[in-house]
């Protein structure tokens, strides 16, 4: 998006869309781009807060400096983040603007001098401080670990605005819409969870202790470095981060396999269909072949039921039901119901090592795992209803 977006009439919008990187931290799928957001204050003192990602350099400045013109310089350099999706522009913004001080706090400059060498002109912030631009005053609050170590927001406290760093953030490149009611908020919903499992998950201890010190402020806009701006229904946004950051989950089931010739895939289906006459509505299979781990985890943060199946491979499990697996272990899934279901085939590796994964994440499991020899037959098939059967009544039981 070639403009800048007024928020208020003195703070604006300054972000970029990026919709050629292929993977988040050469890591994560952009199907739909990414926005890298940046704000603009400009009162008797000007701020920026955050930067951008370093692909669309000269863009951003020019956004800046069509604000501010060539005479006003900036102040202030707000960092809440120093991942170089947000600090990829700080070197060309020092370089234009020279007496411009660097607003952290000392795990911040660390990083500074040590991704790029700045060492100077650093204005460092604990909790509480505030920066006094004119009209607006900034309150800092330490949020260290949502998601890295240097993490912190700062709150506007004249229009009540959360600049809130990845806290809250989305994938999703805006197009054109930029606040929660101009876009489509079911698409940016799916890809707030899926961003929030990819990047934050892991961090759901850190992301409560945030809420909580973040649960007296008077929120009317939180301005997050990624995504649509929230400037109402502020509770619902917290809500989903406070539900998604205690593990909590709905009724619905993720049903994931890895399959090499479809031996396995069909238990899978088999369970889905028996999930389905049991009354479960929420079934989402995924092969693990096809679908990028990325949104089958966004699922798994969704729902409450995870059955997952493998065939056996050189005695371990599949590929791709492994890298899945590691991920889950890495962010420490927790409140979930497990199935576990697959095929042997001539020296098994799929379902024993599913059963370890099962122990060292400490699910419990629904049942005994269901191991067909080869392709599934009587006794599989059975085992595969049951399974289902008692899932679904788990569910029930938690709803
Ligand atoms: Fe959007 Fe943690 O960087």
Same mark, same amino acid.
């Given at each position: ?6 928020? !208020?009439?003195?703070?604006? %919008? $300054?972000?970029?869309? =990026? ?5 988040? *931290?050469?890591? %994560? ?12 204050? $400009? +009162? ?7 930067? $951008? ?56 400059? +660390? #990083? ?14 604990? *909790?509480? =401080?505030?920066? =006094? ?23 506007? @406290? ?16 805006? =197009?054109?819409?930029?606040?929660? +009611? ?23 201890? !850190? ?13 009317? !806009? ?21 539900? %998604? ?6 009724? &619905? ?13 069909? #238990? ?9 006459? @049991? ?88 049942? @005994?795992?269901? @191991? ?5 037959? &009587? ?21």
């Amino acid at each position: 998006m070639f403009n800048s977006v007024s928020i !208020t009439d003195q703070i604006y %919008w $300054v972000g970029i869309n =990026d919709r050629r990187t292929a993977l988040f *931290e050469n890591l %994560w799928p952009l199907d739909h781009g990414v926005a890298y957001n940046s704000y603009l204050i $400009v +009162d008797e003192k000007i701020a920026l807060v955050d930067t $951008v990602d370093a692909g669309q350099t000269s863009e951003y400045l020019g956004k800046i400096k069509k604000i501010i013109g060539s005479d006003r310089k900036i102040d202030y350099l707000i960092v809440n983040h120093m991942e170089p999706d947000h600090s990829g522009t700080m070197q060309a913004i020092v370089e234009l603007y020279p007496d411009i001080k660097i607003v952290g706090n000392p795990k911040t400059f +660390d #990083m500074i001098q040590n991704f790029y060498g700045i060492t100077e002109n650093h204005y460092s912030v604990k *909790e509480g =401080d505030i920066l =006094d631009l004119g009209q607006h005053k900034l309150k800092f609050y330490m949020t260290p670990m949502v998601h890295w170590p240097e993490t912190m927001m700062a709150y506007e @406290e004249t229009n009540h605005i959360l600049f809130s760093g990845d806290a809250f953030g989305s994938f999703g490149a805006l =197009d054109g819409g930029i606040f929660n +009611d101009e876009v489509d908020m079911h698409f940016f919903e799916e890809e707030m969870r899926r961003y929030y499992s990819n990047i934050v998950g892991k961090y759901g201890a !850190t992301v409560q202790a945030a809420l909580k010190k973040l649960s007296s402020l008077e929120i009317r !806009t939180i301005c997050s470095t990624h995504g649509p701006i929230w400037r109402n229904d502020i509770a619902t946004i917290v809500s989903l981060y406070d539900q %998604w950051s205690k593990y909590e989950a709905e009724e &619905g089931v993720v049903i994931v396999y890895g399959t090499m010739y479809g031996n396995t895939g069909k #238990m899978a289906e088999t369970i889905g269909r028996t999930l389905s006459e @049991e009354g479960i509505k929420n079934i989402k299979i995924y092969d693990a072949s096809k679908t990028h781990a990325s949104f089958i985890l966004r699922d798994i943060w969704k729902y409450k039921g995870l059955i997952i199946g493998s065939c056996a491979y050189n005695t371990a499990m599949f590929p791709p039901v492994q890298n899945l697996t590691d991920k889950l272990i890495h962010v420490g899934l927790k409140n979930r119901i497990l199935g576990i279901f697959g095929t042997y085939s001539w020296n098994g590796g799929g379902v024993s090592n599913l059963m370890k994964f099962a122990e060292q994440i400490k699910l419990p499991v629904v049942t @005994e795992p269901v @191991e067909a020899k080869c392709a599934a037959c &009587g006794n599989d098939i059975d085992g595969c209803m049951e399974m289902a059967k008692q899932m679904a009544k788990k569910l029930r039981e938690q709803a």
